[in-house]
Every structure is written in C-alpha cells, then in structure tokens.
T-cell receptor, first 111, second 114 residues
Framework: RKEVEQDPGPFNVPEGATVAFNCTYSNSASQSFFWYRQDCRKEPKLLMSVYSSGNEDGRFTAQLNRASQYISLLIRDSKLSDSATYLCVVNRGSGTYKYIFGTGTRLKVLA | DAGVIQSPRHEVTEMGQEVTLRCKPISGHNSLFWYRQTMMRGLELLIYFNNNVPIDDSGMPEDRFSAKMPNASFSTLKIQPSEPRDSAVYFC????????????FGPGTRLTVL
C-alpha cells in the first residue's frame, strides 16, 4: 500500500462547479499536510497547507481528518485556470524533511 | 527574486553516457532536495542536503547516482552510466529550513536516455 494515495482522475467538471478531492495517508505519525498544484510540464507549487482546524483560501478549502487519516481539497466555482494536477503531500514527522508526495489528481475544468 | 534555477532544461543522451544535472537554490535557503518524477511512481525524494551536507540519500536508486553540494549556491546530480529507466523529470527544490511548509521547486530537467 502506498503511503499517500490519491484518485488519479481525471475529474472533468464544468466551469462554476464544485469539486472535491480526497487523499489518504497510512502513517499515523504524520504531522504536516499540504496541497501542491502542478501544471502540465511545470514544477509543483504550494497551493495551501492543511491545518487541523481546516482552512480556507478564497475558493479553496482544505480539511484534515486524523481519525480516518485523510485530507481533502474542495474547490468552489471552478475556473478554467484551475485545470491542473493536485498533489497531496504529507510530512512524516515533526521537524522532518521527508515529504511524501501522492501521485496526484488531475482536474480538467471545461468551458 | 530568482527562483530555483536548474540546467539543462532538457537532456537527451544515449545509454551508458554520463549525465550531470545542475541546481542553484534560492539565495539564503539552507535545505536542498533532489526529486525524480515519473508517471508510474510520482515524485520521489532522491537526496536531501542541509547546510551543504548530505543528510539522507536513501532515495538514491543505486550507485550510478551521486549528488554533491560544494557550496550553498550550487548542487549537482550525476548519473553514470545512464540507463533508459533513468528517463524522468528531475526536480531540485529548496526551503529555508528543514520541515518548512514551502519547498520551492525549480523548473526541472527532462531527461531522456535512449
């Protein structure tokens, strides 16, 4: 079983739709969680960190469920420019450098 | 501000040849990471440097891979000899401290080994 698992998609949604992705992790000692965005043939870039209390940044909301060991990303009012691959990232332990990346969920927002 | 710089952006080589990938981290960052990305395995950490010292190279596939960081502004990843299965995108990333929220990635080097 992979340490971080994501549905690869693609998720094809119309503009304006709401879409949600989940990501599960297997290491219960994981401390930090992030969503990165990767455009086609580009480098990954931090989208947002995921806090225990959940956090929101504009149209994006991230949630953490430690009991079930998953994190989620919700995108409201999807834009064409949201089309990308979304990578779930888990840091194995406090103060460690070892980020484990999921293989990503591909989103296509259609006009 | 300049981000992480990598060169070359693309490299096509023949099996058995030596390949050297280069990275310049963001000035002031003391942590540097080399990753490899493939469709099948996603992003994998190859090696991590902190203050120019290799801390963890457990992700380096085998002895054909080596990495150095002679100073705070330069790192290399070398593959010798290269094999077709090494074909991937190699990313360098830096952060201002280990475990920091944000790793800043370079544009990557797309390596093709024929």
């Amino acid at each position: 079983r992979k340490e971080v698992e994501q549905d690869p998609g693609p998720f094809n949604v119309p503009e304006g739709a709401t879409v949600a992705f989940n990501c599960t992790y297997s290491n219960s000692a994981s401390q930090s969680f992030f969503w990165y965005r990767q455009d086609c043939r580009k480098e990954p870039k931090l989208l947002m960190s995921v806090y225990s209390s959940g956090n929101e940044d504009g149209r994006f909301t991230a949630q953490l469920n430690r009991a079930s060991q998953y994190i989620s990303l919700l995108i409201r009012d999807s834009k064409l420019s949201d089309s990308a691959t979304y990578l779930c990232v888990v840091n194995r332990g406090s103060g460690t450098y070892k980020y484990i990346f999921g293989t990503g969920t591909r989103l296509k927002v259609l006009a | 501000d300049a981000g992480v710089i990598q060169s070359p952006r693309h490299e096509v080589t023949e099996m058995g040849q030596e390949v050297t990938l280069r990275c310049k981290p963001i000035s002031g960052h003391n942590s540097l990471f080399w990753y490899r990305q493939t469709m099948m395995r996603g992003l994998e950490l190859l090696i991590y440097f902190n203050n120019n010292v290799p801390i963890d190279d457990s992700g380096m596939p085998e002895d054909r891979f080596s990495a150095k960081m002679p100073n705070a502004s330069f790192s290399t990843l070398k593959i010798q000899p290269s094999e077709p299965r090494d074909s991937a995108v190699y990313f360098c990333a830096s952060s201002d401290r280990a475990g920091a929220d944000t790793q800043y990635f370079g544009p990557g080097t797309r390596l093709t080994v024929l």
